[in-house]
Every structure is written in structure tokens, then in C-alpha cells.
């Protein structure tokens, strides 16, 4: 027995048997093919606001609305702008953007366009 597997014992940690918790509701458990439905719903979302000449600018998990288990809306369009219709990129002043989520053109030269919000 080794030193490492020996404290884990003294503290009282199985290892080798995860615990078992039955204290969620498991009709809370979002399936990989739900994640993936809502990756494909907010693609066809974002892919309506450029059909619509729009750019969202701020695509991230908090601004998604899950509704049930199987719908999701984009939400949340404070950054939200108008692409004029002779380019398909806006060229924003500055201002206070959520830097975590950008794109690295969007951060480097403040140019928004579909591409950058996905």
C-alpha cells in the first residue's frame, strides 16, 4: 500500500467506490443530445439575427433562456446591433464589452460580424 493511498484511507476517503448521491432530481440531468439540441437552436437563432441584419455581440451561457427541457432562446440584446446593409461587419467606438467571451478581432480592433459571435 502506498503512502498517498494510505492517507486517503486514514481520512476516511473510498477511493475506489465513487459515492452515490441520490439527492438530485433527475429530471434535471440535460442529456448530451439536449446539449447538443441547444447548440443547434442557438446556431439557428444567431443564424435568423444575421438574416435580419443584426449582430448580437454578447453570445454567452448567461444570456440563454432554457425553457423546459427541450427549447432555448437567445436573450439579452443590450449589445445588440444593426449591420448597415453595404457591410457585414460594425465597427464599434469602445466602450464597456464583455472581453472573457470575444473574438480576438473584436477585442483587437472592435469589428463585430456573425463570424464573431459564434
Known amino acids: 500500500m502506498s503512502r498517498?493511498?494510505?492517507q486517503l484511507d486514514a481520512a476516511g476517503i473510498n477511493y475506489h467506490e465513487p459515492p452515490v448521491d441520490n439527492n438530485y432530481d433527475i429530471d434535471m440531468v440535460i442529456t448530451l443530445?439536449?446539449?447538443l439540441m441547444f447548440a443547434v437552436q442557438i446556431s439557428y437563432g444567431l443564424e435568423?439575427?444575421?438574416?435580419?441584419?443584426?449582430v448580437h455581440r454578447?453570445?454567452?451561457a448567461r444570456n440563454v433562456l432554457v425553457h423546459g427541457k427541450n427549447a432555448c432562446k437567445?436573450?439579452?440584446?443590450?449589445?445588440c446591433r444593426n449591420l448597415y446593409s453595404d457591410s457585414s461587419l460594425y465597427k464599434s467606438k469602445g466602450g464597456r464589452l464583455?472581453?472573457?467571451w470575444m473574438s480576438p478581432e473584436a477585442i483587437r480592433h472592435y469589428e463585430?460580424?456573425?463570424q464573431s459571435d459564434v
Open 98 to 100: 464583455p472581453l472573457k
Open 112 to 114: 463585430f460580424s456573425m
Open 48 to 54: 435568423y439575427l444575421s438574416s435580419k441584419g443584426f
Open 58 to 60: 454578447d453570445v454567452a
Open 4 to 6: 498517498s493511498s494510505f
Open 74 to 79: 437567445i436573450g439579452d440584446f443590450g449589445l
Open 33 to 35: 443530445k439536449q446539449l
